[in-house]
């Protein structure tokens, strides 16, 4: 862990470390299925993504000095820091929504992290306890920005509709503030659909026994996915560009390990298929 800091040097630790995160994901290669460094969209690029990852960073690095100098992760503006986050990577490239998933973690991470540096004895510790108050203090003003966020940076026809707190809907504000919605009951909304919105509920923690992880790495790998080995334009056709429609299971990693915090044991499953990469790359 880093040595403690001075709250003026927060901003460009952290600022610097979600840049270099966000450009090292992009890079990571193979990606069967996601943009990379040998892979572009037809409408989004890898150059898109670098361009992000700059413009990202350097809010993380603000959302870092304010949660210092404000010292509670409750008043620090989450929210806020995501769609300022949105706002800079629309400003940077017009190669539609490349980090929105980055910001929602990395802006409690960014939070957690500043009040983490700036203490006596940084530790792992610490962080953890640290990102666990900053989501169980976001409140109603976090959820506002983080619905123009979500509204701002997906399309309509990829987030689609939900019962409730629908962020496409204009009424969702005022609903959002009658009921005292905090980002947490929204995420509880689409955690089934959307593992980012998991990670919230979960704090960025699994908590399991030995046998619940070798379950779960078995069951992680994309190799479980029902359209494994179909590229994304042939998937997304499929189901009408309804992104709540697609196996979730698409997204997940060719090979995973976990290491069980309590016993130590580890898990591995799943591997990298280099011929379906050739054949999805070379078409």
């Known amino acids: 862990m880093k040595p403690r800091l001075k709250p003026e040097e927060v901003e460009e630790y952290v600022g610097n470390s979600a840049t270099l995160a966000a450009l090292l ?164 909304l689409c955690q089934k659909r959307d593992a980012i919105c998991r990670e919230w509920l979960t704090y960025f923690v699994v908590d399991e026994e030995d046998e619940a992880l070798r379950e779960l790495a078995q069951k992680a790998p994309s190799t479980n996915c029902k359209d494994y080995g179909k590229t994304s334009y042939e998937i997304y056709k499929e189901v009408d560009l309804d992104f709540t429609q697609v196996d979730p299971a698409l997204f997940a990693p060719a090979e995973i390990t976990l290491t069980s915090a309590k016993t130590g044991t580890t898990f591995t499953a799943g591997r990298v298929n280099h011929k379906l990469i050739k054949k999805l790359a070379l078409g």
């Open 25 to 188: 994901e992009v890079s990571a290669y193979p990606k069967p299925g996601n943009v990379h460094r040998l892979r572009d969209f037809h409408d989004t690029t890898y150059e898109h993504f670098l361009a992000g990852a700059t413009a990202l960073g350097r809010v993380m690095g603000q959302v870092a000095r304010r949660a210092s100098e404000i010292g509670d992760p409750g008043k620090a503006g989450m929210g806020r820091g995501i769609l300022e986050a949105v706002e800079a990577v629309n400003r940077w490239h017009r190669g539609g929504n490349t980090h929105l998933g980055v910001a929602l973690l990395f802006t409690p991470l960014s939070t957690a992290a500043s009040l983490t540096l700036v203490n006596r004895a940084p530790t792992a510790e610490t962080l953890r306890e640290k990102l666990v108050e900053a989501i169980r203090k976001a409140g109603v003003d976090d959820t506002l920005k983080l619905v123009e966020a979500v509204a701002l940076a997906a399309p309509p026809h990829v987030l689609r509709g939900t019962d409730k707190l629908d962020v496409t809907n204009t009424e969702t504000r005022i609903q959002v503030v009658q009921d005292r919605a905090t980002p947490i009951e929204l995420f509880r």
